[in-house]
């Protein structure tokens, strides 16, 4: 069975703090990895795609990383307005365009 | 570009009553999704649409929800009866068909069964 989990559950910076939060995933077999950004009250908003081992991509102060097992969202001086809680989801092969989720990390960004 | 669109964005109901929930995915996107998000979790796939057909619905509670999604575009998700515990948000987001397309979610339903 697919499963992802993240880690931290809650993380609180300081502005300017910069951290990584972790993704690991068990799939058979990996079409992709995702990560989303969800404001509360709202549907979650697309970030980023890995789909192998050694990709990186990046969005202003955000930078997402993949191995075989494991994903990082680096998140370099963070600000306010970056606070939001951050998803990550797997499309195992043979699964249709499915995705797995994990539970989320909260992040607080605090001046 | 116009987003995912649902609706209502929030509903209260009694347990044992029904209620349905709307949207409308983007534009030409062939793929439409519900997924429940209960506090503090993650969102659970329930059902996948490509165009008219169902996809994927082996997490979806068929003794009390159904779906169904016409002339593959708009798709209504339907509960009866609801029971406490699906409580959640109800999120729709949408897709183009192919390999590693990321989906667009709508800003949810937030349905409370008291």
């Known amino acids: 069975e697919d499963q992802v989990t993240q880690s931290p559950e809650a993380l609180r910076l300081q502005e300017g703090e910069s951290s990584s939060l972790n993704c690991s995933y068990t799939?058979?077999?990996?079409?992709?990895l995702f990560w989303y950004r969800q404001d509360p009250g709202k549907g979650p908003e697309f970030l980023f795609t890995?789909?192998?081992a050694g990709e990186e991509k990046e969005k202003e102060r955000l930078k997402a990383t993949l191995t075989k097992k494991e994903s990082f969202l680096h998140i370099t001086a963070p600000k306010p307005e970056d606070s939001a809680t951050y998803l990550c989801?797997?499309?195992?092969?043979?699964?249709?365009?499915?995705?797995?989720f994990g539970t989320g990390t909260q992040l607080k960004v605090e001046l | 570009e116009a987003g995912v669109a649902q609706s209502p964005r929030y509903k209260i109901i009694e347990k044992r009553q029904s209620v349905a929930f709307w949207c409308n995915p983007i534009?030409?996107?062939?793929?439409l999704y519900w997924y429940q998000q209960i506090l503090g979790q993650g969102p659970k796939l329930l059902i996948q649409?490509?165009?008219?057909?169902?996809?994927?619905d082996s997490q979806l509670p068929k003794d009390r929800f159904s779906a169904e999604r016409l002339k593959g575009v708009d798709s209504t998700l339907k509960i009866q009866p609801a029971k406490l515990e699906d409580s959640a948000v109800y999120l729709c987001?949408?897709?183009?068909?192919?390999?590693?397309?990321?989906?667009?979610f709508g800003q949810g339903t937030r349905l409370t069964v008291v």
């Open positions: 987001a949408s897709s183009f068909e192919g390999v590693g397309t990321e989906a667009f």
């Open positions: 799939v058979s077999g990996l079409r992709g």
């Open positions: 890995l789909y192998s």
């Open positions: 989801a797997v499309r195992p092969t043979g699964g249709g365009n499915k995705l797995t």
């Open positions: 534009s030409g996107h062939a793929t």
């Open positions: 649409f490509q165009n008219n057909g169902v996809v994927d």
